[in-house]
């Protein structure tokens, strides 16, 4: 009889029950690893755990670096592959793994296992090293050179160059990837509608090749443009237009374009080519033409009772005379170079008393002769800054709401003028408040892609595309527009960095901007252009440039040659001219006299025609100096003067006595016998440097021959060309 007795265990079955409990107690389970020194076996799990944990955490991070370089892709995969087949090995539960590995579990197998630990703990090395290696190559990817961005080429209005340009600058940012920029913004201010009609007709060169084999060597106005962002979609239908692509009818400068040359089939490309092709994709924004006045005057007209929206702008008008706001003029700018100009003249033109002609006199006062509004607004900020003189209350300005807004912000105005404090005293009288009408018409800033034959790659498409929709995202309202219904969009809060309309709204009050304008067009371009000419007196101009050796010397008010300026200068004159005007051109030098037949750069008075301003254009482009200085009185002599009152222009560096002998009995002579012939003639000289209009010679030639009404003399500073042609062209007129 075996007796167990209590707790006994039965005779026979000890060790097997010494075994049983030995396997399932704690100590037993977690003593399987290799034996120690000391007898007893290292428990091998936590190990297991860390570097189940660790390796996880490297897979993830590392995972994100090799993915673009396809041998390293592949590694990594391999080592995670395996320490997860080891890991879910060694997290099983030991009992589990007995029952299924018993009878084949050796001391060989244990080796086995014991082997395959050991080999994903390297794969853990291995995927460090291979994080490292990854590490650095991030690195020198970034400290190495980036790829040459794409750059988008965006030509708009000088007015709308701020905002464009930090919207630009942003979506730059917004492309950089791994520290390198996938795309460049570059955005140019264009020279109005009447020069962008040629530029686009003449494929952006500034005269058509009289031979196309020369058609590379033509100069262009400039890179030419992958996103054109006009004014207004008046100013993109005067634009010619490739066959297929809708276009109005519509005449060059002034006159009805010759068929191939100004047409819609044809103009655009004199080669036949339809290049280039056009592509309108929405609006930008909108943002309505004003007249504004300075701040003590705005005091005066201010009714918080009001609505800020008349009705017509001659309602406008009389609410300023009924509370003795007289206005002697109101400010525009030159409307050939300025689109916005050209179209709020209809309504000034409209709302004025009189015929056109008084009104055009009206909006076009001595002083303030600008060709865009930001050269306009600039005078009124160099004047605040200068602290001399108070802003003129007698004076109405006719500008679009967004420059407006970028004024009294303080912003920089395109390249005319850097930003400056508003709310600094000098600044503050000299504040722009807004007046609307629904009459003044809307701009609506249409987004056109121009695409040119040879460089219509799919990236420049998708560049395109992306800054489109890019802007559809970031609308331009953040810069001071309003939306495409013509409401002042909310400023978000906290969103400090963007330049909302309505914060204009809480530097002049709230009840002067109006909250939503009417959508009104814009009159055609052609249409207004034919108007202002009929008002304006025509002029004949009989321009003369100083080639001499002299003219290479350096310019004194500006950086550049003195014969560089004065091209400058005559060219700008030149897009100015009206069809109705007329102009001439001769050079003047020892080696180039002014009256000799064969001359070059000698262009005889002709009607100002687009082909007539485009082959002087392209004789002033041409022209180089050298040779001696042909004397003053001599080369006025031999003036082609035309027909009409003649004006001569005379641009010199100034000579010297030396090289005009005999200057007093010359100047008698231009003082009598020269102005019997001539009684009409106003001669202006202008002058590069270093001489000055109190020089000898210049000095006693402007005398003899200065009439009452003409400026004489002038000197060109370091204004902008385009802005002193402007001034120079207003006084002729």
Not at 69 to 86: E, G, P, Y
Not at 160 to 176: G, K
Not at 397 to 415: K, N
Not at 659 to 667: E, I, K
Request: charged share 20%; proline share 8%; with cysteine.
């Amino acid at each position: 009889m075996n007796e167990t007795g209590s707790g006994g265990t039965p005779p026979g079955r000890l060790g097997d029950d010494e075994n049983s409990s030995a396997v399932n107690s704690p100590s037993t389970e977690a003593s399987t690893g290799p034996p120690t020194g000391d007898g007893t076996r290292a428990d091998p799990r936590p190990p297991a755990v860390i570097l189940g944990i660790c390796s996880g955490v490297i897979v993830t991070v590392v995972m994100k670096h090799v993915y673009a370089v396809a041998w390293l892709s592949t590694l990594v995969t391999a080592a995670v592959a395996v320490a997860v087949i080891v890991l879910g090995l060694w997290l099983v539960p030991r009992r589990q793994v007995k029952d299924a590995l018993k009878p084949v579990v050796t001391k060989v197998s244990a080796r086995v296992v014991t082997a395959v630990a050991w080999g994903a703990a390297g794969a853990a090395v291995m995927a460090l090293v291979l994080l490292a290696a990854a590490g650095v190559h991030g690195l020198r990817e970034r400290a190495g050179s980036c790829a040459q961005p794409l750059d988008l080429r965006v030509l708009t209005t000088p007015e709308a160059l701020t905002p464009l340009r930090a919207a630009a600058a942003e979506f730059a940012d917004h492309s950089e990837d791994r520290g390198c920029r996938k795309y460049g913004v570059t955005v140019v201010p264009e020279a109005g509608p009447v020069p962008l009609y040629d530029g686009f007709r003449l494929l952006w060169r500034r005269s058509a090749p009289a031979d196309e084999r020369h058609a590379e060597g033509e100069q262009l106005f400039g890179p030419q443009p992958d996103i054109w962002i006009p004014s207004s979609t008046a100013e993109y239908d005067f634009i010619p237009k490739a066959p297929g692509q809708v276009a109005p009818s519509i005449q060059a400068g002034g006159r009805t374009a010759p068929s191939g040359t100004g047409s819609a089939a044809g103009a655009s490309a004199p080669n036949g080519a339809g290049d280039p092709k056009f592509r309108p994709r929405g609006s930008l924004g909108t943002s309505p033409l004003v007249l504004a006045l300075f701040t003590k005057a705005h005091e005066s007209v201010a009714d918080p009772i009001a609505a800020p929206l008349a009705t017509k702008t001659s309602d406008l008008l009389s609410r300023f005379e009924d509370v003795d706001v007289r206005l002697r003029a109101i400010a525009r700018p030159v409307p050939e170079t300025s689109s916005a100009a050209l179209a709020v003249t209809p309504a000034l033109y409209d709302a004025l008393p009189g015929d056109d002609s008084k009104d055009e006199r009206f909006t076009g006062p001595a002083g303030l002769v600008a060709p865009d509004a930001v050269s306009l607004l600039c005078q009124f900020r160099e004047r605040a800054a200068a602290q001399d003189s108070d802003p003129p209350d007698d004076i109405a300005v006719a500008v679009p709401e967004q420059v407006l807004h970028d004024y009294d912000m303080g912003r920089p105005l395109g390249d005319r003028c850097g930003a400056v404090d508003p709310g600094a005293a000098p600044y503050a009288k000299w504040r722009l408040h807004p007046y609307y009408a629904t009459d003044l018409p809307t701009l609506d800033y249409p987004f056109v892609q121009v695409r040119w034959r040879g460089q219509d790659t799919e990236e420049r498409d998708a560049a395109v595309t992306e800054f489109r929709r890019w802007l559809d995202r970031h609308p331009l309202i953040r810069q001071g527009f309003r939306d495409g219904r013509g409401t002042v969009p909310p400023a978000p809060e906290g969103d400090t960095r963007h330049f909302y309309l309505s914060r204009l709204q809480r530097t002049v009050g709230d009840r002067v901007i109006s909250p939503n304008v009417a959508l009104t067009s814009a009159k055609g371009v052609q249409e207004t252009l034919d108007r202002i000419g009929a008002a304006r007196p025509r002029i004949s101009v009989s321009l003369m440039l100083d080639v001499s050796a002299s003219m290479g010397g350096a310019a004194q008010a500006r950086e550049g040659v003195r014969l560089a300026r004065g091209t400058a200068f005559l060219r700008s004159l030149v897009s100015q001219l009206q069809s109705n005007d007329r102009v001439g051109l001769q050079v003047s030098s020892q080696k180039a006299p002014s009256d000799g037949a064969g001359t070059f750069g000698n262009v005889p008075q002709d009607t100002a025609s687009p082909d007539h301003k485009n082959a002087i254009t392209s004789r002033l482009q041409a022209v180089a100096s050298g040779g001696g200085d042909q004397p003053l009185s001599d080369a006025i002599a031999a003036a082609d003067l035309g027909t009409g009152r003649p004006n001569l222009i005379l641009v010199t560096d100034g000579q010297s006595t030396r090289t005009n002998p005999q200057l007093s009995s010359r100047v008698r002579w231009l003082a009598g016998e020269f102005r019997g012939r001539h009684p009409d003639l106003r001669l202006t000289v202008v002058l590069t440097g270093p001489a000055t209009c109190r020089s000898a010679p210049v000095k006693q030639i402007v005398a003899a021959l200065r009439p009452a009404d003409g400026p004489g003399c002038v000197a060109l500073t370091g204004a902008s060309e385009v802005e002193q042609a402007a001034e120079l062209l207003s006084g002729l007129r």
